[in-house]
């Protein structure tokens, strides 16, 4: 199998090929030769310099990778060109399995608005919108019948790019001449279409696997509302806000929409949730999802395993309440390389100590390891923090202590961030929608989240100072700036344990 | 031996001194008993003792007191004697000035809290120079605008100062780890 991605995904796929007794190779741009998912593989083939554009987006050389090592199929991952349906055809085309969904599927699903209308043909309810990709002068008509607020959204679109808020109607031609230059730039494409804008929903989305035999498995819903500028950072399943009736609803449409437009592998419907408990779908991502940990946590399903079996042609045979019906709660932390106390600015470098949490219901899925560099040309994230437990309120304190056990030195992270928002109240009372927290970092104004308190600075203040002591080395090298990166840890360490000796025998 | 360790652009002085097989260290004139073992290149697990400061009983005996466990680990920052420090697992910015031996200091650093160095985290391009030489800052106020990632990324200090040194221009390309700044 090759893997054409990199990162914790790659290492993910890589175990589940283990498991199936399947070779995993890996790819590797030039940032990328150390890395934790070529040194788990197999067998590794270099794809091109650092940039994406010149490597794990060049469709060329990932084939012809795949041909040199002999495999005989290739899993895209998410992001990079999971989604490109001219990839999946040049993995088919060369005579490779693609473990994703046919071409046709990526295409008709990844078009926004053939997406709304295959849901529409397949009686889903979707956000009131338009089909098409609209001309400048039936933007204002359809804006008035769609009603205010509104976004206009590309037809090519992701990630946020390309929307626009409307308030009214004076707003409107302005946010489209926005919205189109920042479709065209992006995408190459400067399409749009116009959605209403649901007040303080949520993202709710349902997982499904289809087999090339008919047969379309829902699974319980995915809780996505915790969003930093349209990112997820937090996920959790089931949602709070979904009972057994709408979870039935929900999974029904959803399965509905990937047989209407013969659907087959992973996929992920996206819908929002207003606050009226009415749903509607948003889109569908024709990829396995970052969040999939959680929903194999509650399910004891093993997602990327299926979607190997799924393109071998085996038959789903998954009961489909074990799909739909949660074993107890499971919650997911994104954690980056990222400075939350400056903007959430990334903060590439290398990662000088890594520790991760384990214990009773801790699932950690990294793509990193100490040392390694975090690089800056790919999302820089550490790992997916993934906590389980008999239900929400254990799942929650089980996350804060696998937190407080997490341990990162070298660079800045978000974990200070995830300790603080898993005691916010709205948090623990599942009060929140996707702008929550948009709203409650811009209301804490730039204080800090790695704050320490005074404790705790009297801690570091004697641990700094015992450590200088102990190890003058490692302390004036500090003091000279010389050990920005790389002072001889192999050293240090045979000259401490020296020191540990002198001190024991004391 | 004597440090000055600031945090928080708070300094403190911290005297170390060996207690048999521990330490007594001192924060400011408040003494704790130190148990220290090393466990790995970068980490010592303290037992620390409560907040009390240190008795000894009748006849010398000292009292036996709760031990607080903790686990310090650091390692060297970007700038000059700065020190990224983890308390468990809890990020704390030390900066560790002049060694003293018993008052004799050892790199000739100047006394009172370090410059703060201003230093690009990645690539990218200066976009505005928001400071003069000469200017007081307050924490958290912002120096420069640096353009990386498609995002442009405001740079603060992180207590207060002056603006001692500006090395950077708008315009200017940087890599990272250029210095930009040093406020003292």
Not at chain 1, 46 to 61: C, F, K, N, V
Not at chain 1, 302 to 327: H, M, T, Y
Not at chain 2, 71 to 77: I, M, Q
Request: charge should be neutral; proline fraction near 6%; hydrophobic fraction near 45%.
């Amino acid at each position: 199998m090759l893997i054409a991605n990199r990162g914790e995904i790659a290492v993910r796929v890589a175990r589940a090929c283990r498991e199936l007794g399947l070779s995993p190779v890996a790819v590797y741009s030039e940032c990328d030769r150390a890395a934790l998912h070529v040194r788990y593989a197999d067998e590794a083939y270099p794809i091109g310099p650092s940039a994406p554009r010149e490597s794990y987006l060049r469709i060329d050389r990932l084939i012809e990778a795949a041909k040199k090592s002999g495999a005989d199929a290739v899993h895209p991952g998410y992001g990079f060109l999971a989604e490109n349906e001219a990839f999946a055809q040049a993995v088919g085309d060369a005579g490779l399995t693609f473990i994703g969904p046919s071409p046709a599927a990526i295409r008709t699903m990844g078009s926004k608005t053939a997406a709304r209308a295959a849901a529409i043909r397949a009686g889903a309810p979707v956000v009131p919108g338009t089909e098409e990709a609209l001309t400048d002068t039936d933007i204002a008509e359809v804006a008035t019948s769609i009603g205010y607020p509104l976004l206009v959204k590309a037809v090519a679109g992701g990630g946020g790019k390309g929307m626009r808020t409307v308030a009214d109607a004076s707003d409107l031609a302005n946010a489209v001449r926005a919205a189109r230059s920042e479709a065209g730039a992006a995408f190459g494409d400067a399409s749009v279409y116009l959605e209403r804008r649901l007040t303080r929903p949520r993202h709710i989305e349902v997982q499904l696997l289809a087999d090339a035999h008919g047969t379309v498995i829902p699974f319980v819903e995915r809780e996505c509302s915790i969003q930093r500028r349209h990112q997820k950072v937090v996920e959790e399943t089931p949602s709070l806000v979904v009972s057994p009736s709408l979870r039935a609803a929900m999974t029904s449409a959803a399965a509905a929409i990937a047989k209407a437009v013969g659907y087959t592998n992973a996929g992920t419907i996206e819908f929002l949730v207003d606050e009226d408990g009415r749903f509607y779908f948003l889109e569908m991502n024709t990829r396995l999802q970052v969040e999939h940990p959680i929903t194999e946590l509650v399910t004891g399903l093993d997602l990327v395993r299926w979607q190997i079996r799924i393109a071998r042609g085996e038959r789903l045979d998954i009961d489909p309440a074990r799909a739909l019906v949660p074993n107890g709660h499971a919650i997911e932390c994104r954690i980056y390389a990222e400075d939350p106390d400056n903007g959430f600015l990334p903060s590439p470098g290398r990662i000088l100590q890594l520790r991760a949490p384990a214990g009773p219901g801790i699932r950690d899925d990294s793509g990193t390891a100490a040392g390694l560099d975090v690089p800056i040309f790919y999302d820089p994230m550490i790992s997916k923090l993934a906590a389980w437990a008999e239900d929400r309120p254990l799942a929650i304190a089980r996350m804060r202590r696998a937190l407080g056990e997490y341990l990162i030195a070298g660079i800045k992270t978000t974990l200070p961030f995830f300790t603080w928002l898993l005691a916010q109240p709205e948090f623990l009372d599942g009060r929140f929608h996707t702008t929550y927290l948009d709203e409650v970092l811009q209301a804490r104004n730039g204080v800090p989240f790695a704050d320490a308190g005074a404790d705790v600075e009297e801690i570091a203040a004697i641990g700094a100072a015992l450590q200088a002591m102990l190890s003058p080395s490692t302390s004036s090298a500090a003091a000279n700036g010389s050990a920005a990166n790389g002072s001889a840890p192999g050293a240090q360490t045979w000259r401490a344990r020296a020191r540990v000796e002198g001190l024991r025998g004391a | 031996m004597q440090y000055e360790v600031e945090i928080g652009g708070k300094v403190r002085q911290v005297v170390v001194t060996r207690t048999g097989g521990a330490f007594a260290v001192s924060v400011d004139g408040r003494t704790r008993q130190v148990d220290a073992v090393r466990v790995d290149a970068n980490t010592l697990s303290l037992l620390v003792d409560s907040l009390l400061p240190a008795e000894h009983g009748p006849a010398g005996q000292r009292d036996a007191r709760a031990n607080r466990v903790y686990e310090v680990s650091s390692a060297p920052g970007l700038g000059a004697g700065e020190l990224q420090v983890h308390v468990g697992s809890a990020p704390v910015a030390v900066t560790l000035n002049g060694r003293r031996r018993w008052g004799q200091k050892q790199d000739g650093r100047g006394a009172g809290s370090g410059p703060q160095r201003v230093i690009a985290p990645m690539p990218g391009k200066i976009v505005r120079v928001l400071v003069n030489a000469g200017d007081r800052v307050s924490p958290r106020q912002s120096v420069v605008v640096v353009e990386a990632m498609k995002m442009e990324n405001e740079l603060r200090a992180s207590r207060e100062g002056t603006i001692a040194e500006i090395h950077v221009r708008q315009g200017m390309s940087v890599d990272a780890g250029t210095l930009l700044l040093v406020i003292q």
